[in-house]
């Protein structure tokens, strides 16, 4: 699997011809950055890239499966499968799906990669917060059947007979779930307790800060006593409403009703998104190219989708094994949106790992700039189109190259191109004609 970018300009001038190309064989890893303006042709490449290498996968075992996350709609194709992603489509994927691998799957870890993916795509949410939910998804994921430490219960065919056969609950079910407890918190037996309980904790956060040392002589030793009178009270309130024995159990992993209502607030307008369906897009297995139309949800629904579906792209890859072969290349344009500046997000794993599991990510960005150090360092080939001035020095800085390179682009005419490659220890970047460049200056196309 090959394809070509265009002549070294340099070697040209001297009346040598060097080809400035990709291997799949001698490449270090499939990894690929392509950076540029807009208008830089960024997408024009990534195009060109695919078909180059598609047209020359003969010899591999199967035809990569080429992922095309598209966010503006420029990268269409009549010869892909493609599905749109939207509110009123049926289709989209369930992000509480467990993956049921002894070793990369389970319920704890699709809960935290959810919490994570949320946090990075939409508001983050406060500690408490952020425990409530996984509460309530623990809660959620036993009701149904899956329990954290029983690694054969994370598969829907685990044996057990049952009146309704075993699911992955979705993230409807969560909001209702939530609702659930949420409700019960108000009407339920629950409710005294836990009111009584909550002005216990702050009664206590108040009888704490009197008992501070108080240089100021600003608080009279009556109110402390009040305070302490008013715990113990409180304190009896609580124990006579103690009804069922699990309120304090219930207190402790759903919080304060203000944090139930939060989570079952966000749980619902999660759900109400466009990409939370049963359904997964009907992408058609024979052809090659599945481009996924994100044109109609928002950036935050974009991150979302294309975070949750990496994720399912890899640990389907993990569950395959590790394989020589290409076997998925993941494309995303806009690649500095989904990106997080922490190295447990997915690309920066798919970077790290993706080449040993059969993995290829091709991610397009208008400047190295928004990438983690470790991010860019992972990735084999670097191709840039031509950068905005402004990116210049920063991405000079990032990439560890001479700032007078980046001038010497000119978008659609010169790029540089580095390929790392396994037979060679020279990574320069070279400054590189496109085939038409080539043609102008009477260099034939391809040679
Ligand atoms: N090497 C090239 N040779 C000829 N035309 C090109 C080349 N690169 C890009 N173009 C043309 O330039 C236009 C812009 O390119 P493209 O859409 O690929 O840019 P982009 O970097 O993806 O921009 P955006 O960030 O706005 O999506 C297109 O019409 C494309 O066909
Ligand atoms: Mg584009």
Redesign the pocket.
């Known amino acids: 699997m090959h394809f070509t970018l265009g002549v070294d300009a340099h070697a040209k001038k001297r009346g040598q011809i060097e080809t400035v190309g990709w291997d799949f064989e001698t490449v270090v890893n499939p990894h690929m950055l392509?950076m540029?303006?807009?208008?830089?042709?960024?997408?024009?490449?990534?195009?060109?890239i695919i078909r180059g290498m598609l047209n020359t996968s003969e010899g591999m075992t199967r035809m990569p499966r080429v992922h095309l996350f598209d966010v503006?709609g420029?990268l269409a194709s009549p010869k892909a499968s493609s599905a749109r992603i939207s509110e009123q489509s049926p289709y989209g994927l369930n992000p509480l799906k467990i993956n049921p691998d002894p070793h990369f799957g389970g319920p704890r870890k699709q809960i935290q990669f959810f919490l994570d993916t949320i946090n990075r795509s939409t508001r983050r949410m406060g500690d408490r917060q952020e425990a409530c939910l996984r509460s309530i998804l623990v809660d959620l994921y036993a009701a149904n059947g899956f329990y954290l430490d029983k690694v054969e219960s994370w598969k829907l065919d685990d044996g057990r007979s049952r009146k309704y056969p075993k699911k992955h609950p979705t993230l409807h079910d969560a909001q209702r779930f939530a609702y659930h407890k949420l409700k019960s918190l108000y009407l339920g037996g629950d409710n005294k307790a836990t009111a009584s309980l909550e002005q216990l904790n702050k009664k206590v956060a108040k009888l704490n800060r009197l008992r501070k040392p108080d240089p100021n002589g600003e608080i009279e030793p009556e109110d402390l006593d009040k305070t302490k009178a008013e715990v113990i009270d409180t304190y009896s309130q609580y124990v006579e409403s103690i009804t069922t024995g699990r309120e304090l159990e219930q207190y402790i992993r759903y919080g304060s009703k203000d944090v139930l209502r939060s989570i079952s607030d966000r749980l619902e307008n999660l759900a109400a998104s466009g990409i939370f369906k049963n359904e997964t897009p009907p992408f058609d297995d024979r052809v090659p190219v599945w481009h996924y139309d994100m044109t109609a949800i928002s950036n935050a629904e974009q991150k979302m989708f294309t975070l949750f579906r990496l994720q399912e792209v890899m640990e389907e890859a993990y569950t395959r094994g590790p394989t020589k072969d290409l076997v998925d290349i993941v494309v995303i344009?806009?690649a500095h949106r989904y990106m997080s500046g922490d190295s447990e997000n997915i690309i920066d794993t798919i970077a790290k790992e993706g080449r040993k599991f059969g993995v290829g990510l091709m991610a397009?960005s208008?400047s190295p700039s928004h990438f983690t150090d470790d991010f860019l360092s992972s990735v084999a080939t670097k191709i840039i189109?031509g950068l905005d001035e402004m990116h210049w020095s920063t991405g000079a800085r990032k990439l560890r190259i001479d700032e007078k390179l980046m001038t010497m682009v000119i978008?659609?005419?010169r790029?540089l191109v580095q390929v790392k490659r396994s037979t060679t220890t020279q990574n320069r970047y070279h400054l590189t004609l496109?085939?038409?460049?080539q043609n102008a200056s009477g260099v034939a196309s391809g040679s």
Not at 36 to 48: D, L, Q, V, Y
Not at 434 to 437: F, G, M, N, V
């Open positions: 392509i540029g303006m807009s208008g830089a042709g960024k997408t024009h490449t990534i195009r060109s503006h420029d344009d806009e397009a208008q189109l978008p659609r005419r790029l496109p085939p038409q460049e």
